[in-house]
């Protein structure tokens, strides 16, 4: 059983940047692909980024593409999302995901999850 702990929300100016991190516990790491998804209110929850297992491949929703960075440390049993040029569309509950093997874009595919942290992105 993995246990998923983000942190690094909050609140932030449009144009600004914030990093968050999730902390992976009771499972093999570099056997699992993450990625993290968020849910706005009145909205499904939709992908943002993944990361393979390995950490060589990335994948980004396009609207996201260019501002925010999927990245992990096994040795942390962390991965961290950069997220820079912040917009109000930003806003949202960002949870952390983890599942076995291939990552993927799909939320359903996602056996693991955090308990959210809000990023809200206001003037």
């Known amino acids: 059983q993995v246990q998923l702990v983000e942190s690094g929300g909050g609140l932030v100016q449009p144009g600004g940047s914030l990093r968050l991190s999730c902390v992976a516990s009771g499972g093999t790491f570099s056997r699992h692909a993450m990625a993290w998804f968020r849910q706005a209110p009145g909205k499904e929850r939709e992908f943002v980024a993944a990361i393979s297992l390995s950490g060589a491949t990335t994948y980004y929703a396009d609207s996201v593409k260019g501002r925010f960075t999927i990245s992990s440390d096994i040795a942390k049993n962390t991965v961290y999302l950069q997220m820079n040029s912040l917009k109000p569309e930003d806003t949202a509950v960002y949870y952390c995901?983890?599942?076995?093997?291939?990552?993927?874009?799909?939320?359903?595919?996602?056996?693991?999850w955090g308990q959210g942290t809000q990023v809200t992105v206001s003037s």
């Open positions: 995901a983890a599942k076995l093997w291939l990552a993927t874009m799909t939320r359903n595919d996602y056996a693991y």
